[in-house]
Every structure is written in structure tokens, then in C-alpha cells.
């Protein structure tokens, strides 16, 4: 069964840290990119940052220098690390696997970031 499943969301204060992973399963996790999205409230889901096969990465200009893609192909995860969360990065995060002609999307994890 091919599935995406994230978790390590909750509640953070401002300036805090969280760690998301999303485990994959059914697929040939090493070819894929994956990504993380973000949907707020009322808002477009947008491009968080991704990570190639290659292990090659980019994030949005919003959370570049505070959050970080990886991956453990060993392990079918990759993680997005979250430093000095704010606001404004309140959101459901969602996790991407694309290989071109498939495309596959996890549930969402909520995030959280309020004093």
C-alpha cells in the first residue's frame, strides 16, 4: 500500500523548534523528491521546500536559514526541521512524493506556533 504518513506536529511558542517526519511505504523511496507543503487557513498550499533523489534542496524565501529538508533513504523518511518558528508559519504541513508521472500526498500534520 502505498502511503505517506507525517507526524512530529503540535504546538510550539514563538522562536521554538519542531522536527517533522514523514515515513513513506510502497514506493522506491530513493527516486522520488520529496517536499514539504503548507496550507494555512484560508490560504493556497504552498511550497515549503523539496528534496531530490540526489539529495539536492530548496525552500521557500520565507523559511530559508530557519528550516531544513533531509532525508534517510534507509529509513524511507525525510524530515523538515523547524527553527525559530514564528506565526505566520502556523499551518497544516503536508508531505510530497513525486516522481513525475506519480504524484502521492500524505494527510497533514498541524503546526502551531502561538505563545
Known amino acids: 500500500q502505498v502511503q505517506l504518513v507525517e507526524s512530529g506536529g503540535g504546538l510550539v511558542q514563538p522562536g521554538g523548534s519542531l522536527r517533522l517526519s514523514c515515513a513513506a511505504s510502497g514506493i522506491i523511496f530513493s527516486l522520488y523528491t520529496m517536499g514539504w507543503y503548507r496550507q494555512a487557513p484560508g490560504k493556497q498550499r504552498e511550497l515549503v521546500a523539496t528534496i531530490t533523489s540526489s539529495s539536492s534542496t530548496t525552500y521557500a524565501a520565507s523559511v530559508k536559514g530557519r528550516f531544513t529538508i533531509s532525508r534517510d533513504n534507509a529509513k524511507n523518511t525525510v524530515y523538515l526541521q523547524m527553527n525559530s518558528l514564528k506565526p505566520e508559519d502556523t499551518a497544516v504541513y503536508y508531505c510530497?512524493?513525486?516522481?513525475?508521472?506519480?504524484?502521492?500526498w500524505g494527510q497533514g500534520t498541524q503546526v502551531t506556533v502561538s505563545s
Open positions: 510530497n512524493a513525486d516522481l513525475i508521472i506519480r504524484n502521492i
